[in-house]
């Protein structure tokens, strides 16, 4: 195996400047970078309270599923950032082609998922900020850790739909059908050895062939 899903052969040794300079492994790490300012906004500037009141509430226009939203979503994609990011060292360590198929494909999957999600955090987030009441917050507290929330929760959405992109580009390179596979099918140039001239004059034309003994 020479090369399959964009790594060499099993076993090569990792070059951390060539895995670094690749374009999944910089939109991989730019994902994490993102994941981490949405739910460090949130974590630390996402709560305020009026005046005159203890409890602080979602600065989302009080609305406590948003800044939960964002804090465990960012927090989920942190962590599966880390996870396929180790599992992105270890690829060219598979031997099975089989087995590097199904890490594409689950790359992929994870990757759309991951698209979709900051898609419906970027809508829900950006709408809640939008009816936020001025009098919730009149110290205009966390403003620029909310907004800053929001359109990182937007980056997002194009940078794991372009490592969808790159996976998915990356996963119909290197399928083959095996019943296209041109390794199976004889070369142009090689000539079919099977019939002589012995055969052409046996040959009795009723689809058979006479006994040479006879």
Known sequence: MEQAYGAGK???TFDPITFFQQP?????????????????CIANEGYV??????????????NQNACNYAVGMGAVAFLCCVA???????FPQISSIKDRKKAV??????SAFWSFV???GFCFLANQWQVAKPEDNPLKEGGDAARAAITFAFFSIFTWRYKLGASSSLFSQDYTDPSQDPAG???AAT?????????????????????QDN
Do not use: H, K
């Open 84 to 90: 396929f990011m180790a599992l992105d060292v270890y």
């Open 105 to 110: 494909l689950a790359d992929i999957g994870i």
């Open 191 to 211: 000539e079919y050895t099977g019939y002589n001239a012995d055969m052409e004059a046996n040959y009795d034309g009723s689809g058979g062939y006479q006994n």
């Open 10 to 12: 099993a076993g090569g």
């Open 185 to 187: 099918a004889p070369a």
């Open 24 to 40: 999944q492994a910089i939109l991989r790490i730019v994902s994490w970078i993102f994941s981490i300012v949405i739910f460090g």
């Open 49 to 62: 309270n009026r005046p005159d009141e203890v409890e602080e509430y979602c600065i989302f226009n009080r």
């Open 118 to 120: 900051w898609f419906v």
